[in-house]
């Protein structure tokens, strides 16, 4: 049976646990899915400081699982260096075809996005502290390979305010209040086909993204709207790479 490791690098098993309805809900039933909890290190990833130590309180524990599955899922909406790490791993690049396949939610969300969205659509992300507005800008750029302009189907990143731990702790009203805002924001811009969700802790969320939608845009327009859950293109992409051998 085919197995998919889905690792959350940082180290609060409360997040973990909420991945795993919405990867049961896929109904994926020959391929069993396997989380990973950072041992240590941060709670919360909030900048690209807290994501490049996540990595050291990792590789360590993964090193040893890296035989034992067929597809690998970094579920943290970042650029985050596990993934290159991870690439060029020898227990990876030893294996049978040159490797394994593996993602970050960040880059199955904008691979996702591009090839859902309408020719004249653009997509956007909604994240959580105002610090990834611009890390995350650059990564679409950077991912996307179009030098020092995001392409135009790319509208943006939008935040809360609140990190990914605020997600679930925060009084639920004041989340969804700063949820919707940053979505509302968001589609103001005109023209967008999809909203990504940019951290893992919003993994579920998408019913307030919706009304959100609905809300700023009317029924129908606001119905049409693709929400993009990093979680579930991760393990739909990775469940495709790994039947088909990539």
Same mark, same amino acid.
């Given at each position: 049976?085919?197995?998919? #490791? ?10 973990? /646990?909420? &991945?795993?309805?919405?990867? =049961?809900?896929?109904?994926?039933? =020959?391929?069993? @899915?396997?989380?990973? $909890? ?6 919360? !990833? ?11 309180? +990792? %590789?360590?524990? #993964?090193?040893? %699982? ?9 579920? +943290?909406?970042?650029? @985050?260096? %596990? ?19 593996? $993602? ?12 859902? !969205? ?15 507005? =611009?890390?995350?800008?650059?990564? *679409? ?15 943006? *990143?939008? $935040?809360?305010? &609140? ?9 639920? =009203? ?6 919707? /805002? ?13 909203? +990504? %969700?940019? +951290? ?16 700023? &845009? ?6 049409? *709207?693709? !929400? ?9 992409? #990775? ?8």
């Amino acid at each position: 049976m085919r197995s998919i #490791l889905i690792i959350q690098p940082n180290s609060t098993q409360s997040m973990t /646990d909420a &991945l795993k309805p919405l990867v =049961d809900s896929l109904q994926f039933k =020959d391929t069993t @899915h396997a989380y990973f $909890t950072a041992p240590s290190g941060p709670k919360s !990833i909030n900048n690209e400081d807290d994501a490049a130590e996540s990595v050291h309180h +990792c %590789l360590p524990a #993964l090193s040893t %699982l890296l035989p034992q599955h067929d597809g690998f899922l970094v579920a +943290c909406y970042s650029p @985050h260096p %596990l993934v290159p790490r991870l690439k060029s791993h020898p227990a990876i690049t030893s294996s049978r075809g040159g490797g394994k396949p593996i $993602t970050g939610i960040f880059e199955a969300s904008v691979t996702y996005s591009l090839q859902i !969205i309408h020719p004249h659509e653009s997509f956007g992300i909604v994240s959580t502290g105002k610090v990834w507005e =611009d890390i995350l800008s650059d990564a *679409v750029v950077d991912f996307l390979g179009t030098g020092s302009e995001a392409s135009k189907r790319f509208a943006g *990143v939008e $935040t809360t305010g &609140l990190n990914a731990t605020d997600l679930h702790d925060a009084p639920a =009203d004041e989340v969804r209040r700063r949820m919707k /805002d940053a979505v509302k924001r968001l589609l103001r811009k005109g023209g967008i086909g999809a909203v +990504c %969700l940019g +951290c893992a802790g919003m993994a579920g969320m998408g019913e307030m993204v919706r009304e959100a939608c609905v809300e700023e &845009l009317g029924s129908e327009a606001g119905e049409r *709207v693709r !929400i993009v859950d990093g979680v579930v293109a991760g393990v739909a992409w #990775l469940e495709g790479a790994v039947r088909a051998g990539f």
